[in-house]
């Protein structure tokens, strides 16, 4: 069985490609599919636009699809900016992109006080079948803190910003292996690779039943 993973954003389908690369599962991404529809992320929860995702890509593809949606939740804006991290700029009018992202979240933190910068990556990744019915999901976070500049040059998005505490580093300063290690997207596939194997062995039992 191969998995689609429904992503176009090039960041994280490398993310994905590293950390999938030894868990013994076939799997493709977008780019397999450059006819595929875009779908629009309209859910107002990380959850609800996983599902949105994996469903109607695993409806137009044929495939086994599997979608996340992730983002960053900052405490002194009351969990913004969420499902709009990737957009956040844009819905301001304040241009577009991880560096435009970047700016406004320093811009609107300015005011913040070193103890009041604490901040989450959240990811909640969804299984489809391929007639578009989610059978799996799973969540997951990683705590940490905004600084007040830019550090490190590894990852993307709002890497550069996201101090984890304990570790003294940005997301954008870890190694690929030791971020997939601690990271919100890394703990969900784990998550989710477990449910999987179960799975799996459920739809293997059934279909020897039905064999017998």
């Known amino acids: ?6 992503t176009r954003n090039t960041g994280k389908a490398a993310e994905f490609a590293e950390m999938l690369a030894s868990s013994g599962i076939d799997w493709c991404d ?4 450059p006819h595929a529809p875009e779908v629009d992320e309209t859910g107002i929860t990380f959850r609800a636009n ?3 995702k ?4 695993a409806r137009a593809t044929g495939s086994w699809t599997i ?18 991290s990737a957009r956040w700029a844009s819905t301001h009018n304040a241009g ?3 560096v435009d992202n970047n ?13 009041r910068r604490s901040a989450r990556f959240v990811c909640v990744l969804a299984l489809s079948d391929p007639l578009g019915q989610i059978v799996l999901t799973a969540r997951d976070t990683m705590e940490g803190k905004i600084i007040r500049e830019a550090c490190g ?11 984890i505490t304990e570790r003294g580093r940005t997301t954008a300063e870890l190694s690929p292996a030791d971020k997939h290690a601690i990271s919100h997207r890394g703990k969900a596939l784990v998550r989710i690779r477990q449910m999987m194997q179960g799975l799996l062995t459920v739809m293997a039992t059934n279909k020897s039943d039905r064999t017998e």
Do not use: K, W
Not at 67 to 82: I, K, M, N
């Open 1 to 6: 069985m191969t998995i689609l993973v429904a």
């Open 30 to 33: 977008l780019s397999a599919f």
């Open 50 to 52: 996983a599902c949105l």
């Open 54 to 57: 994996a469903s109607q890509y």
């Open 67 to 84: 979608a996340d949606d992730s983002g960053l939740e900052v405490d002194f804006l009351h969990a913004a900016p969420g499902v709009l």
């Open 96 to 98: 577009a992109g991880d």
């Open 103 to 115: 700016r406004l979240l320093l811009q609107q933190l300015s005011d913040a006080p070193d103890d």
């Open 153 to 163: 040059a590894n990852g993307f998005g709002y890497d550069p910003l996201f101090m």
